[in-house]
């Protein structure tokens, strides 16, 4: 199967930077799409950052500008750089990939998920 393992959370103030990571180990396909999801408290599942398999990258519009997503397939990781943090972006950030080569942004459509990292800023 597949295993993904995120890192890289942690407490940051407002304003501040973090950047997740995740590890894609377990099966490989010949095309999968990776992306980023996150969760607060009481709230559902959000997309938050996916890149396909042709690179092409796409964002939810709470982050776009501030938050960059980026892959290395050779190495089967995934980064997301988090800038200019605003409270309202924590959550539990989930890494996820799925068969195929294009990004999606409905939750279910996703295969694979890792077991996410708590992301907490701080006004």
């Known amino acids: 199967q597949v295993q993904l393992a995120e890192s890289g959370g942690g407490l940051v103030q407002a304003g501040g930077s973090l950047r997740l990571s995740c590890a894609y180990s377990?099966?490989?396909?010949?095309?999968?799409?990776m992306g980023w999801f996150r969760q607060a408290s009481g709230k559902e599942r959000e997309f938050v950052s996916g890149?396909?398999?042709?690179?092409?990258?796409t964002y939810a519009r709470s982050v776009k500008g501030r938050f960059t997503i980026s892959r290395d397939k050779a190495k089967n990781t995934l980064s997301l750089q988090m800038n200019s943090l605003k409270p309202e972006d924590t959550a539990i950030y989930f890494c996820?990939?799925?068969?195929?080569?294009?990004?999606?942004?409905?939750?279910?459509?996703?295969?694979?998920w890792g077991q996410g990292t708590q992301v907490t800023v701080s006004s």
């Open positions: 996820a990939a799925r068969t195929g080569s294009r990004v999606e942004v409905d939750s279910p459509l996703w295969d694979f």
């Open positions: 377990g099966r490989t396909f010949s095309t999968y799409a």
């Open positions: 890149v396909s398999w042709s690179a092409g990258t």
